[in-house]
């Protein structure tokens, strides 16, 4: 257990600012890395636990975990997750092509750069419109990208990264960071990084899960330890300015719950589109910027683990069964917070393709298996982890010939009959 320990650090001052002016939004408990899973069978060993609490800065507004947790532990080579298998990230990632297409007009000798490649699914756009592309990523799915003729290295992103980069293929017209901005440890040399490889004309876009539609539909289910920090815009501005950088163009999308698209280029390249105003003021209109929206989060993230209880309490006591369905790393948070295990849910199903199969929910005894089961075995109830996107997987199951309701679990635990 040492070495896990070791490996661990607490983040004592703000990733942005560096005040130490930080107070606790939510203390979600000890909870296990969101891809630590044993396989089904295995005898229970000691698993690591780390402390997880969202803590915002009393000077920048910005929210972050209060524990930063070795990459290694966190993103192993073996990490499972592969973007493409997602529908909504395949068409995000094309619509991130044709939106930069508009704001940036590519040449075949454009380099894009991806930091946080997975299995190459965003840069196969630009690299079907004729451009270099190259990818960066830590885990085994860069060699799902490389069959696809993708470059990639395999590596984690940083300053000597960058160097090594920039002196072999030269500076990026374009660099992507998305869903992994939010990830990596210090931030400011991030950006150091993605400077020393950013033409004087290119343009760095990221897109990262998005405080306001966290807050407001209670997604503490994607706090995990994976994402150090949870942007709003003006702390990306915060972060972005003093390294002259600015924001000119920005767009929510519907990944993960609720994203947002950030495009930054150094300062007066490029004009400042309007929805840059309009996204600051709707933070301030909701309450993000004074951080007064997350005053009475933590009371609604309590009462829906208690509302989730009361709801599969009788069901459990009817003797019905319960089946999860998806196995996304927010479904981990969901069911340590909740305090879900075997008995209330009886296992989780997921795609024949996923790496995730035949192995524990991390932290319980849940095993997630082939969604033929719940086909074959018609459970009373599937319990739809991945619940915001709950009405097209809801008309997917349909088709496919599941009988049962659906319990969505949040941001108001409910059964679904549809």
């Not at 790496?355 to 089961?373: A, Q, S």
Request: glycine share 8%.
């Amino acid at each position: 257990m040492a070495k896990y320990v070791e490996s661990s650090r607490p983040i004592e001052t703000c990733q942005i600012c560096d005040s130490g002016d930080l107070s606790s939004v939510l203390f979600i408990g000890y909870i296990p890395p969101v891809n630590t899973m044993p396989e089904v069978g295995s005898v229970p060993r000691e698993q690591p636990a780390f402390p997880l609490e969202m803590v915002r800065c009393g000077d920048c507004g910005h929210v972050q975990i209060g524990l930063e947790v070795d990459p290694d532990v966190l993103f192993p080579y073996s990490y499972p997750y592969l973007s493409g298998s997602t529908r909504i990230l395949r068409d995000n990632f094309a619509d991130l092509y044709q939106q930069c297409q508009e704001v940036l007009p590519l040449g075949a000798d454009d380099l894009i750069i991806d930091i946080g490649s997975n299995d190459g699914t965003l840069l196969s756009n630009f690299l079907a419109g004729g451009h270099r592309v190259l990818g960066i990523d830590p885990s085994r799915a860069v060699e799902t990208a490389r069959n696809r003729g993708i470059e990639s290295l395999t590596a984690y992103f940083g300053t000597k990264t960058a160097a090594a980069i920039k002196q072999s293929h030269g500076m990026a017209k374009v660099i992507t960071a998305a869903n992994v901005f939010a990830h990596i440890p210090e931030p400011h040399a991030i950006v150091d990084g993605i400077l020393e490889l950013l033409s004087d004309d290119g343009v760095f876009i990221n897109e990262s899960h998005y405080l306001l539609p966290l807050v407001e539909t209670l997604q503490y289910d994607t706090v995990y330890h994976e994402h150090l920090r949870y942007y709003h815009l003006g702390a990306m501005k915060h972060l972005l300015e003093p390294h002259g950088l600015e924001v000119f163009r920005v767009k929510r999308i519907p990944t993960h719950g609720g994203s947002i698209r950030v495009f930054s280029a150094r300062k007066g390249r490029f004009p400042i589109d309007a929805s840059v105003s309009e996204a600051f003021a709707e933070e301030d209109r909701v309450g993000i910027t004074n951080g007064s929206a997350l005053r009475t989060f933590r009371d609604r993230v309590i009462r829906s683990k208690v509302e989730l209880h009361a709801l599969l309490a009788p069901i459990k006591a009817n003797g019905e069964r319960v089946y999860g369905v998806g196995a996304p790393s927010r479904a981990s948070t969901l069911i340590n917070y909740t305090g879900l295990d075997e008995g209330l849910v009886d296992c989780v199903m997921e795609v024949s393709t996923s790496h995730k199969l035949n192995k524990y929910v991390p932290g319980t005894r849940i095993p997630v298996l082939d969604e033929k089961k719940l086909f074959e075995d018609q459970p009373e109830y599937a319990l739809l982890f991945s619940w915001h996107i709950a009405e097209d997987l809801v008309a997917i199951l349909r088709k496919n010939g599941f009988k049962g309701k659906f319990i969505v679990p949040l941001p108001s635990p409910a059964v679904i009959d549809a």
